[in-house]
């Protein structure tokens, strides 16, 4: 993630910066897929620190409200749904899931099934969390 100078460094700012690169690289990468591995390993690799971060920057709002601690990602994603934080809280509940299932201490391959949600769905929830949660 590639924070600048100017940008001040809270969880919400670091969110909107890597959900940025993970829209552009999937923006730039699309046509030119050539080695189709790497290219997931590199979508699932920024997914994952900005779904991260879209999680801290909902604790970090939480907390500032006094709620929490949550015991996980599935009780923080169920609070931000009923705070009206998201829209689509089995999408984020699935976003979840699937990053367990993802953990490559599995042994099947869920690569392509994840990266091609990633792409379809989840940027699509996490670019409404930002409008949303940037208008609070």
Do not use: C
């Not at 690169?21 to 900005?50: G, P």
């Not at 099947?108 to 792409?119: G, N, S, T, Y």
């Amino acid at each position: 993630m590639k924070l600048t100078s100017s940008t001040t460094y809270t969880p919400h700012a670091k969110f909107q910066e890597a959900l940025a690169e993970l829209n552009e690289y999937v923006r730039t990468s699309e046509a030119k897929k050539s080695d189709v591995k790497k290219y997931r390993k590199q979508v699932i690799r920024l997914f994952e620190i900005t779904h991260e971060q879209a999680l801290l920057t909902m604790e970090e709002f939480f907390r500032k409200q006094g709620k929490g601690p949550f015991s996980g990602s599935r009780d923080l994603t169920v609070e931000a749904f009923h705070a009206d934080l998201i829209d689509d809280g089995k999408g984020w509940l699935d976003m979840v899931i699937d990053r367990i299932k993802f953990n490559p201490v599995y042994p099947e391959d869920h690569d392509a099934e994840l990266a091609e949600k990633i792409i379809q769905q989840y940027i699509k929830l996490m670019d409404n969390f930002d409008r949303k949660f940037t208008k609070i």
